[in-house]
């Protein structure tokens, strides 16, 4: 199976965690990462670890949560994303008390302290074994602490107006390669639904959860324009040995700016996703 755009490639293959990606990701989404982490009730002076922090952007929304008297720890294996977001916060909030650790997922139950909240965000979907990662989580949160867990379910995208039987077909055609052949590093596409389930196995004291719509009216700006292109090419990409000649040149159109048929200029765009959060409390 062919490569996905190195746009979206990360730290030894991993799909959809480069810099550029995750800076466009965030971008976009940014409006409702504001809005749900005031919903997790996290409070000034809390110690968080942010785990798989990436360029850390999360740790920065945290930060100025938690305030001065709180701190923030952001913890990911990829060395590059890491030193990017050092640097950055280091001019965005030189007063907080924020520390970066370079470390795997299964490394950090060696990491020292107790927190306040431990938060993972988009990242259950590349750890193969979740239940044991919740069970080294949960010993690094105090008494009355919680683990908060979030991931995007992609069984749930829209893009009009891209004809409904096309976009079944691929949504169908990925489904079953995630099912049956997919290669290189561990990747859930469909962690979302996955997530109350595996905070419930872990028997923490009380599990809640929400699900988040992420949704866009167009015509597309640039980012969002970007982002669905992007979109576009990994879906085409990563399915791309089961389509027809017709069937993948039919899809590039629609992402295409010179066509007609390209969806971020029509005035019938509409995106949706779902992405679901689950907090369990130790």
């Not at 965030?26 to 785990?51: C, M, N, S, T, Y």
């Not at 990662?133 to 602490?145: D, K, N």
């Not at 969002?224 to 990994?234: F, Q, R, T």
């Amino acid at each position: 199976m062919s490569k996905t755009p190195s746009l979206l490639n990360g730290e030894n293959g991993i799909e959809l965690a480069s810099l550029e990606w995750l800076s466009l990701h965030h971008r976009v989404k940014a409006p409702e990462r504001q809005q749900i982490l005031k919903r997790f009730d996290i409070r000034e002076g809390d110690r968080v670890l942010d785990l798989g922090c990436g360029p850390g952007f999360w740790v920065e929304m945290l930060a100025d949560i938690v305030g001065k008297s709180g701190a923030v720890v952001g913890a990911d294996f990829d060395e590059g994303l890491i030193h990017h977001a050092a640097k950055t916060i280091a001019l965005s909030r030189p007063d907080h008390d924020i520390a970066f650790k370079c470390i795997s997922f299964e490394e950090v139950g060696d990491m020292l302290g107790t927190f306040d909240v431990i938060f993972f965000s988009n990242c259950f979907c590349y750890v193969p074994d979740p239940q044991e990662l919740l069970r080294r989580l949960a010993v690094l949160v105090r008494p009355g602490g919680r683990v908060i867990g979030r991931n995007w379910d992609g069984g749930v995208f829209i893009l009009n107006p891209i004809p409904e039987v096309t976009l079944a077909r691929m949504q169908h055609l990925l489904a079953e390669v995630f099912d049956t052949d997919r290669a290189g590093p561990y990747f859930d596409n469909y962690f979302g639904r996955k997530l109350p389930g595996t905070f419930r196995r872990h028997g923490f004291k009380k599990v809640t959860g929400e699900t988040q719509v992420i949704e866009r009216w167009g015509p597309a700006d640039a980012d969002l324009s970007a982002y669905i292109k992007a979109n576009g090419a990994w879906w085409e990409e990563t399915v791309s040995h089961k389509l027809t000649p017709t069937e993948r040149d039919e899809w590039r159109r629609y992402f295409d700016e010179r066509d007609e048929r390209y969806v971020c200029r029509s005035e019938d765009f509409y995106f949706c996703m779902l992405e679901a959060a689950v907090t369990g409390y130790v």
